[in-house]
């Protein structure tokens, strides 16, 4: 894409064109993963729709590859393509509107998680949504998501009411239960391939103070724990959360000195029940029911705050390489694997986490939505991350190894958010099992050329 290329693209969009002659053009590159170093042709960065629109029809006119990048969280780094028109989404699309009237919120497509938590949360209300604030609100939520407030009130999914969208021919549609429902099936889980989706519409809830729990064992006691929070937590009422770790344990507070850089496994609880001293020492009772902890801390906490005490631990910038799986149970065998994996951790911020997605999340049918594990358990993911360019392979490594001794004792499929950027065309249509090929007929009527490629991609169906 030549100088003049780039100019006439600035002729037809308000934001910025940044091309790789341009001042800022490295940092605009720059995504959540650092492993991810990729040169596209030009980065769009929209000001509002009508330069979306633009920036697609200019693309298909002129035969370039196209990207989105909404928040930038892509763990394959799907959002930034060599020699690609990059659609940016992360500056004037990041908005957010609450309605606390309806307990709805409207959301910009290249808004992050913590916007929405922020706005939502001067209302007493959220939405379940990740665990991370600065995850972006679209790549999150196409993928379906999950996070601390799944088993009360859903998948993010669950409660998306509507959606704006730019379609591959630089059209805007509005997907709803009413509206374009075929397509609207589609967004819900199906990932990016069906259009830039330019803003969501959610219901909230009332959310206020949650009550935060993290319960640390040291590794030798992972058997009883993992025996135990199987059958704890399904049986648990809904408005407890709580996710399974394998960790080394962060040098900092709230954790004592003697316990640093030490490997453990735990759970990090939400209730949104228990929300003050009392209850929440009546409800973390059982935590010494399978071992006695080496640790354990809880505390009544904004929710914003909740969502966000993970961002200064594993920031922008970071070496990253992830797997995952569903799980309908924890086996005898994969306890055996994540007590072999979580000896042999690779660097101090490698990682393995278990998120329910059961309880509320299971109120939806198997057809209700492109998200097609209805009765997972657990959406489980690998994350080998290390600051350290030079701790890249051993990072991969580890994950690959993990996940291949662990994916026998999985479902089959995973997140299509949890999917690596190397893991093929088979392990997308596992993710979507029988939906695959109603969402492929979606996709040729809404995408018949494939535009939206760069993504766990889809394949037209063959008219």
């Known amino acids: 894409m030549g100088g003049t290329a780039v100019e006439t693209l600035r002729e037809q969009l308000r934001g910025d064109v940044i091309g790789p002659e341009d001042p800022g053009y490295d940092e605009a590159r720059t995504i959540y993963n650092a492993m991810i170093d990729r040169r596209p042709a030009a980065i769009a960065r929209c000001a509002d729709v009508t330069d979306v629109r633009a920036a697609v029809r200019y693309a298909r006119d002129s035969g370039m590859d196209l990207a989105v990048r909404g928040g930038g969280h892509s763990g394959g780094g799907l959002c930034m393509v060599d020699d690609a028109l990059v659609v940016d989404l992360s500056d004037g699309l990041r908005w957010v509107r609450v309605d606390p009237e309806s307990r709805t919120a409207l959301v910009g497509g290249g808004a992050q998680l913590g916007d929405l938590d922020h706005e939502a949360h001067g209302y007493g209300l959220a939405t379940p949504a990740g665990v991370m604030s600065t995850t972006g609100v679209g790549g999150l939520t ?36 009413e509206e374009n429902p075929d397509l609207f099936w589609a967004l819900r889980g199906g990932g990016g391939n069906f259009g830039i989706v330019t803003s969501f519409r959610f219901a909230l809830h009332p959310v206020d103070n949650v009550g935060l729990g993290v319960t640390l064992w040291e590794p030798e006691h992972i058997g009883e724990v993992l025996r135990w929070y199987r059958d704890f937590l399904p049986a648990a009422g809904e408005d407890l959360n709580g996710f399974f770790a394998t960790l080394v344990v962060a040098p900092g507070p709230p954790f004592p000195e003697e316990i640093h850089r ?17 209850s929440l020492t009546k409800t973390f009772a059982p935590v010494a029911e399978p071992a006695r902890p080496a640790f354990h801390f809880a505390t009544p906490m904004p929710y914003p705050a909740v969502q966000a005490m993970f961002d200064e631990l594993i920031p922008k910038g970071l070496q990253w390489y992830w797997r995952g799986d569903f799980f309908d149970t924890i086996t005898e065998g994969a306890i055996d694997v994540h007590r072999t994996f979580l000896e042999n951790i690779p660097s101090d911020l490698s990682t393995m986490h278990l998120y329910p997605v059961d309880a509320a999340a299971h109120r939806l049918g198997p057809m209700d939505t492109a998200w097609a594990y209805r009765d997972a358990v657990w959406s489980g993911v690998i ?24 994916h026998p004792h999985s479902m089959g499929g995973a997140y299509v958010n949890f999917l690596g950027q190397d893991e093929g065309g088979e392990r997308v249509r596992s993710t979507y099992r029988g939906h695959y090929d109603r969402l492929a007929e979606v996709k040729s009527t809404y995408d018949p050329d494939n535009v939206f490629h760069h993504n766990q991609n889809i394949r037209p169906a063959k008219s």
Request: proline share 3%; aromatic share 6%; charged share 20%.
């Open 142 to 177: 196409l993928g379906g998501g999950h996070g601390h407030l799944t088993r009360a009130y859903g998948l993010t999914i669950d409660n998306l009411l509507g959606a704006d969208v730019v379609l591959a021919d630089g059209t805007t549609v509005t997907a709803s239960a």
């Open 262 to 278: 030490k490997k453990m496994c735990g759970v990090v609880w939400c209730s949104t029940g228990a929300t003050d001293e009392e």
């Open 383 to 406: 994350g080998g991350i290390s600051p350290d360019p030079a701790d890249a392979d051993a990072i991969r490594g580890w994950a690959v190894d993990y996940w291949d001794a662990l």
